[in-house]
């Protein structure tokens, strides 16, 4: 049985500062951070924070899977606010087993989904040797996946690093370097 929590703002800051010093104590050090919107954003963001990251750069990128547009046209966003957590989380578990029901038909994953890059963002990669990717959770691992050979895509010389808050799925397509 997969294990789904609801965090606050107070949880979801010492999660993330516990997942930041995991980092710090590896001893590798990015030059770019890099949050994944919407969940990794807020992540990445706390862990900037860190008196270790605070000489990193930092930005952004966009990239949802479908069923977030399907949530958001329903307006389940919206509804999720006057859900109670344990409604929320046994629906977030009945979302995460249909997804590994279809990852199972596929063998592996091939990234094709190419992300619109800000030249600002094109200009930091390129400037930089070490990126700190940050997302809230792999689930498939397909978004971190294509989040990262975009940015490969840039500057190929690049060492990418993963870091999320947890793994949902038994078996994905990517396993972070980083996590709690």
């Not at 929590?5 to 010492?14: D, V, Y």
């Amino acid at each position: 049985m997969l294990k789904v929590i609801t965090l606050n703002e107070k949880s979801l800051r010492e999660k993330s500062e516990q997942l930041g010093r995991m980092i710090e104590n590896s001893g590798w050090m990015p030059d770019l951070i890099i949050g994944i919107k919407t969940g990794g954003a807020y992540v990445a963001q706390y862990i900037k924070q860190m008196d270790y990251f605070v000489d990193c750069n930092y930005n952004e990128v966009v990239l949802q899977r479908k069923g977030t547009k399907v949530k958001k046209r329903l307006m389940f966003d919206k509804l999720s606010r006057l859900m109670p957590y344990l409604l929320l989380d046994v629906l977030r578990i009945y979302e995460i087993y249909i997804s590994e029901v279809f990852q199972k038909k596929e063998q592996f994953y091939i990234s094709n989904r190419k992300i619109e890059l800000s030249e600002e963002l094109k200009k930091q990669i390129l400037k930089s040797r070490r990126v700190l990717l940050i997302d809230d959770a792999i689930d498939s691992g397909k978004t971190m996946i294509d989040v990262k050979q975009n940015i490969l895509s840039v500057n190929n010389s690049l060492d990418v690093r993963t870091a999320v808050l947890t793994v949902t799925h038994l078996n994905p397509y990517i396993s972070p370097d980083h996590g709690c």
